[in-house]
């Protein structure tokens, strides 16, 4: 049997912790569901990682799950005498440690992180310097530098999988990977790709509750980024049009993007995360307005990122709140749901493409990283399949 070894970066994260919890209850060879069960053989914080060539301990007791899930202290805690923690100054040190086990080309990492800088050069050594794979989630690498970056770290499609950084229930990605390949010009994109703003808007359009309650909520649920002010300054939104906008072949960067927060920028300064918590309820009463103002417009306000190619060759690319209405594509999406319509000469008018899915949410995210690495395992198809 032929183990895929894989290495959680940030498997100690909201995510992360249930990415483990998932593949624990169906993925190892404790599942006998693949030829190719998968074997995690390393998990990574900030600081440093706990290894063990054989496999993590923590896989073998699955039923001890409840016991780590809901929070970073406790699995800690739980990890801390299972197997042996190494600390590192740099996350490419792990790379080298790899290389030294004897294990160079078996292993697939799963960025689970938020990192910026020491995870775009980890990807880029992974990429270019050895012959493992990458899966992510985190969209940093992919967005927030040059296209180069992008065009480095995903020119061997099958080690680099980003799935997960745009919509990660759906195939938004590999849809436009798809038009790229078959030379099919996107002309628009119009998409809500935000579980945070569009659990939001669909909220606040009810009424009754406070912005700063649902942002709450939206963060106790796992919706948000480590911190929201990345999903309500707007970058997160702009970091995955960014992403589907290169994938279809535009070069495309952060100053190119009209980019409106979803709250006044006043209150988008503080970085500790509960100070930051606290003074957001300065921004309920302007959001209610804001959702009253549109519904005595009969419309409704949606957290919208758009893409326009025109005639003469140039784009526009838009990411902000818009008034549409209730009833529209975007106008009707539900709670955490993300829509993205995109228009090409073949998919036009009632041919539209459009793909609707739960974007957000540490099920979600760990359910489609676990499909993207199902996806690469040569044995998948070859098990004992049952149907009950
Ligand atoms: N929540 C969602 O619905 C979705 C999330 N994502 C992405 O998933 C990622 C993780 O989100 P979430 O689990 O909520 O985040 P958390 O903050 O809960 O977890 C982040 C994890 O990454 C580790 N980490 C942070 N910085 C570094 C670094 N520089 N090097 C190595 N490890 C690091 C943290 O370790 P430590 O504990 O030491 O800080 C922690 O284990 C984000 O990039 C997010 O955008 C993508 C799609 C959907
Ligand atoms: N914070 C993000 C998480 C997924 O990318 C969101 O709310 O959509």
């Given at each position: 049997m032929t183990y895929q070894n894989v290495v959680v970066l940030g498997g100690?994260?909201?995510?992360?912790?249930?990415?483990?919890s998932q593949v624990?209850?169906?993925d190892t060879v404790f599942s006998k569901k693949h030829l190719n069960p998968t074997n995690i053989i390393g998990l990574t914080d900030s600081k440093g990682f706990w290894f063990n060539r054989h496999g993590?301990?923590?896989q073998k007791n699955?039923?001890?799950i409840y016991k780590w899930r809901d929070s970073k202290e406790t699995f800690n805690t739980?990890?801390?005498?299972?197997?042996e923690y190494?600390?590192?100054?740099?996350?490419?040190?792990?790379?080298?440690?790899?290389?030294d086990e004897g294990m160079a080309g078996e292993i697939v990492f799963v960025d689970i992180t938020a990192g910026k800088d020491d995870l775009r050069d980890f990807h880029l050594k992974v990429i270019n310097d050895s012959e493992e794979t990458i899966i992510t989630a985190n969209k940093n690498p992919l967005s927030i530098y040059s296209t180069d970056v992008f065009g480095t770290l995903t020119r061997f499609r099958e080690r680099y999988g980003f799935l997960c950084t745009v919509m990660a229930g759906a195939n938004a990605v590999s849809n436009l990977l798809d038009y790229y390949d078959t030379s099919e010009i996107v002309k628009k994109i119009e998409a809500c790709f935000s579980g945070t703003l569009g659990y939001l808007c669909a909220e606040l359009e009810k009424g009754g509750r406070s912005f700063s309650e649902i942002l709450n909520d939206a963060k106790i649920m796992g919706y948000t980024e480590p911190h929201p002010k990345d999903d309500l300054n707007g970058i997160d939104v702009a970091r995955k049009l960014i992403i589907c906008a290169r994938t279809f072949g535009h070069n495309v960067s952060m100053t190119d993007i009209e980019l409106e927060g979803f709250i006044d920028e006043s209150f988008l300064n503080i970085d500790d995360v509960d100070d930051f918590m606290e003074s957001v309820k300065g921004?309920?009463?302007?959001?209610?307005?804001?959702?009253?103002?549109?519904?005595r417009n009969g419309k409704t306000l949606r957290y919208i990122a758009c893409f326009e190619l025109h005639e003469n060759g140039n784009s526009v690319f838009k990411v902000g709140l818009r008034e549409v209405p209730p009833d529209s594509p975007l106008g009707s999406l539900k709670g955490s749901a993300n829509k993205v319509?995109?228009?090409t000469d073949i998919f036009c008018g009632d041919k539209q493409s459009i793909i609707e899915s739960p974007g957000a949410g540490p099920d979600v995210t760990a359910w489609g990283l676990r499909r993207e690495l199902l996806s690469r395992l040569t044995g998948r198809k070859g098990g004992d399949y049952k149907l009950t």
């Open positions: 100690s994260g909201n995510v992360g912790r249930e990415f483990m624990m209850r169906h993590l301990n923590i699955p039923e001890n739980f990890m801390r005498d299972l197997d190494h600390q590192y100054d740099n996350l490419c040190d792990l790379l080298k440690f790899i290389q921004a309920d009463q302007d959001m209610k307005n804001k959702f009253d103002s549109a519904k319509i995109v228009e």
